[in-house]
């Protein structure tokens, strides 16, 4: 099936309803394990892509918080082989977590080799989850490494501006509030006070660029005047975990902010646009399939924190559109189960690609 036939078909639209939830669960999580297993390492595919029907080397940075998600999805569904699969990627990161403590930027096949804050970040979540359901030291000890290397590596006003990703546009990311709160993670169960102080003061700052309307600066993969929701969501996403971890009332209701803005801009068919300007207005005609999926996470985290239960209306809307976008039928393994970058599939994120 050629990639002009998947754009012309995503032009008809969406299909009109979804099948169930738990359908389309048990689809997403059989398609991570063929992306694991299309690899010849524990780690996870960085995508599949639809032009070429090929699979890109595994990806440190996305295994990373995959880890945590295959293991609370076996406790859900009872299928306990996705512990297992989450347990051999801990070991895979483990095996190549770099001299200093960081993790590398890129997929494993890049010829570059440099630590970066972002990608060290997501796997330190896989770290600590993997040492709390196992009890391995070694996933404690790469842990402690990871989590030493981002302190040392950080600003003194909370910021980190050294060890952006050599493949990334832009040196100074907001989004790195994420890698704060894997920070906050890491001071609550490793007990180092350390970690914990190191997550509120980068959201500190970020929060002193914010906006009266809750934008903020630096916010993008590839332009910061139209970010990305994917980013918005993750910097999002960094400010809420971090205020409930640290009982910092005001991070919280700052994400609030940020997340009622959010759901003004959701498009009537559930989607929101690809990216958004400053006004929070829409920057794009294609949608962001992951910025979707990332934001419906913050809403419902919201709703739970600040009892606004509007915002799961906006979630489950947002969750509905992207499971009319899932292929169930036996279509290929690379696609049967995948929620694709961009909807139409040439949109501006990851096009034609399935992350």
Same mark, same amino acid.
Not at 180 to 185: F, G, I, K, S
Not at 222 to 228: A, G, Q
Not at 235 to 245: D, F, K, M, N, P
């Given at each position: 099936?050629?990639?002009?036939?998947?754009?012309? %078909? /995503?032009?008809?639209?969406?299909?009109?309803?979804?099948?169930?939830?738990?359908?389309?669960?048990?689809? &997403?999580?059989?398609?991570?394990?063929?992306?694991?297993?299309?690899?010849?390492?524990?780690?996870?595919?960085?995508?599949?892509?639809?032009?070429?029907?090929?699979?890109?080397?595994?990806?440190?940075?996305?295994?990373?918080?995959?880890?945590?998600?295959?293991?609370?999805?076996?406790?859900?569904?009872?299928?306990?082989?996705?512990?297992?699969?989450?347990?051999?990627?801990?070991?895979?990161?483990?095996?190549? %977590?770099?001299?200093?403590?960081?993790?590398?930027?890129?997929?494993?096949?890049?010829?570059?080799?440099?630590?970066?804050?972002?990608?060290?970040? %997501?796997? +330190?979540?896989?770290?600590?989850?993997?040492?709390?359901?196992?009890?391995?030291?070694?996933?404690?000890?790469?842990? @402690?490494?990871?989590? /030493?290397?981002?302190? #040392?590596?950080?600003?003194?006003?909370?910021?980190?501006?050294?060890?952006?990703?050599?493949?990334?546009?832009?040196?100074?990311?907001?989004?790195?509030?994420?890698?704060?709160?894997?920070?906050? %993670?890491?001071?609550?169960?490793?007990?180092?006070?350390?970690?914990?102080?190191?997550?509120?003061? @980068?959201? #500190?700052?970020?929060?002193?660029?914010?906006?009266?309307?809750?934008?903020?600066?630096?916010?993008?993969?590839?332009?910061?005047?139209?970010?990305?929701?994917?980013?918005?969501?993750?910097?999002?996403?960094?400010?809420?975990?971090?205020? &409930? +971890?640290?009982?910092?009332?005001?991070?919280?209701?700052?994400?609030?902010?940020?997340?009622? &803005?959010?759901?003004?801009?959701?498009?009537?068919?559930?989607?929101?646009?690809?990216?958004?300007?400053? /006004?929070?207005?829409?920057?794009?005609?294609?949608?962001?399939?992951?910025?979707?999926?990332?934001? &419906?996470?913050?809403?419902?985290?919201?709703?739970?924190?600040?009892?606004?239960?509007?915002?799961?209306?906006?979630?489950?809307?947002?969750?509905?559109?992207?499971?009319?976008?899932?292929?169930?039928?036996?279509? $290929?393994?690379?696609?049967?189960?995948?929620?694709?970058? $961009?909807?139409?599939?040439?949109?501006?994120?990851?096009?034609?690609?399935?992350?």
């Amino acid at each position: 099936m050629s990639a002009v036939w998947h754009a012309l %078909q /995503d032009r008809v639209g969406p299909r009109p309803e979804p099948s169930s939830v738990n359908v389309h669960l048990a689809a &997403a999580a059989d398609w991570l394990a063929r992306a694991q297993d299309a690899t010849p390492d524990d780690g996870v595919a960085a995508w599949y892509d639809i032009k070429t029907h090929t699979w890109q080397a595994s990806y440190p940075e996305t295994t990373g918080y995959i880890i945590p998600t295959l293991y609370d999805y076996a406790a859900f569904s009872g299928r306990l082989e996705f512990a297992e699969r989450a347990r051999r990627m801990a070991e895979w990161e483990t095996a190549i %977590q770099l001299p200093g403590g960081g993790v590398r930027a890129g997929t494993v096949d890049s010829e570059t080799v440099a630590p970066t804050i972002f990608n060290t970040g %997501q796997v +330190l979540f896989g770290w600590l989850r993997a040492w709390q359901e196992t009890g391995n030291d070694k996933f404690r000890t790469a842990a @402690n490494r990871a989590a /030493d290397w981002l302190v #040392e590596a950080q600003d003194p006003d909370g910021a980190w501006r050294r060890y952006a990703s050599p493949f990334a546009k832009f040196q100074l990311n907001a989004y790195n509030t994420r890698v704060a709160w894997a920070l906050a %993670q890491a001071g609550r169960a490793l007990e180092d006070v350390r970690y914990s102080n190191a997550a509120r003061a @980068n959201v #500190e700052w970020a929060l002193t660029r914010a906006q009266k309307n809750g934008w903020l600066e630096d916010n993008c993969l590839s332009d910061n005047d139209h970010p990305l929701t994917h980013t918005i969501a993750y910097s999002l996403r960094g400010i809420v975990e971090t205020g &409930a +971890l640290l009982d910092e009332t005001r991070f919280v209701d700052f994400a609030a902010r940020i997340a009622r &803005a959010l759901a003004a801009a959701q498009r009537d068919d559930g989607a929101l646009p690809g990216r958004l300007n400053a /006004d929070w207005r829409p920057a794009a005609r294609w949608t962001c399939l992951t910025g979707n999926a990332q934001i &419906a996470i913050n809403w419902l985290r919201l709703a739970g924190f600040t009892g606004d239960d509007t915002l799961r209306a906006h979630a489950r809307r947002a969750n509905q559109f992207n499971m009319r976008t899932q292929r169930l039928d036996k279509t $290929s393994p690379g696609l049967r189960g995948a929620i694709k970058g $961009s909807f139409p599939v040439d949109g501006g994120y990851m096009a034609y690609r399935c992350p």
